[in-house]
């Protein structure tokens, strides 16, 4: 069983910045990839980045160049650092840990994008 907290969304104007942190209630290095989900209303839910215990990284094409996925092992955490953030950007964005005992979804945090 892995427990997720996400937190650092909150309301932004575009063009600003936003960080991401979800916690981990297991060490990092039982868990295959860690994965940024977002769903805006009325839309599927979809990958936004992850990253794998050895550091490869993948990006949704709509985010590459402005969003950046990372992780610290001795924390538990991986983060998402938003920059140039849009009002399409605004969703629920959503943590996933993908381990062995099974794949674990965070509560969410909600990112809104406006002016």
């Known amino acids: 069983q892995v427990h997720l907290v996400e937190s650092g969304g909150g309301l932004v104007q575009p063009g600003g910045s936003l960080r991401l942190s979800c916690k981990a209630s297991?060490?990092?290095?039982?868990?295959?990839?860690m994965g940024w989900y977002r769903q805006a209303p009325e839309n599927q839910r979809e990958l936004v980045a992850a990253?794998?215990?050895?550091?490869?990284?993948d990006y949704a094409d709509s985010v590459k160049g402005r969003f950046t996925i990372s992780r610290d092992n001795d924390k538990n955490t991986v983060y998402l650092q938003m920059n140039s953030l849009k009002p399409e950007d605004t969703a629920v964005y959503y943590c996933?840990?993908?381990?062995?005992?099974?794949?674990?979804w965070g509560q969410g945090t909600q990112v809104t994008v406006s002016s």
């Open positions: 297991t060490s990092l290095d039982r868990v295959y990839i």
């Open positions: 990253i794998t215990t050895g550091g490869s990284t």
């Open positions: 996933n840990a993908n381990a062995a005992s099974g794949r674990y």
